[in-house]
């Protein structure tokens, strides 16, 4: 059974770092591609990151140059630095890995950019 769960979420200032985790069970990070959307109030979801299963990474215009997304595969764990955060950053942030064609989300974490 795949299960992907976040972390790190929270209130931030505007300028501000986080930094989410996203343990996954039940696939290998290291060979899946994982992905980080997000999903603001009133808005689509958006893809923000990507890193692939050999390794490279893939990001949407609006994060480049401030988020990183990374991989520890010992730990099975997706990490999303988040850096010189936007208040239109804050969204419900989400982990994602499609598997044998088959969707898989995590619950979500909120982050919240104050001005």
């Known amino acids: 059974q795949v299960q992907l769960v976040e972390s790190g979420g929270g209130l931030v200032q505007a300028g501000g770092s986080l930094r989410l985790s996203c343990v996954a069970s039940g696939i290998f990070i290291s060979i899946n591609d994982m992905n980080w959307y997000r999903q603001a109030p009133g808005k689509q979801r958006e893809l923000v990151a990507t890193?692939?299963?050999?390794?490279?990474?893939k990001y949407a215009d609006s994060v480049k140059g401030r988020f990183t997304i990374s991989r520890d595969n010992r730990a099975n764990t997706v990490h999303l630095q988040m850096s010189s955060l936007k208040p239109e950053d804050t969204a419900v942030y989400y982990c994602?890995?499609?598997?044998?064609?088959?969707?898989?989300w995590g619950q979500g974490t909120q982050v919240t950019v104050s001005t």
């Open positions: 890193i692939f299963g050999l390794g490279s990474t």
């Open positions: 994602n890995s499609v598997e044998r064609g088959r969707p898989y």
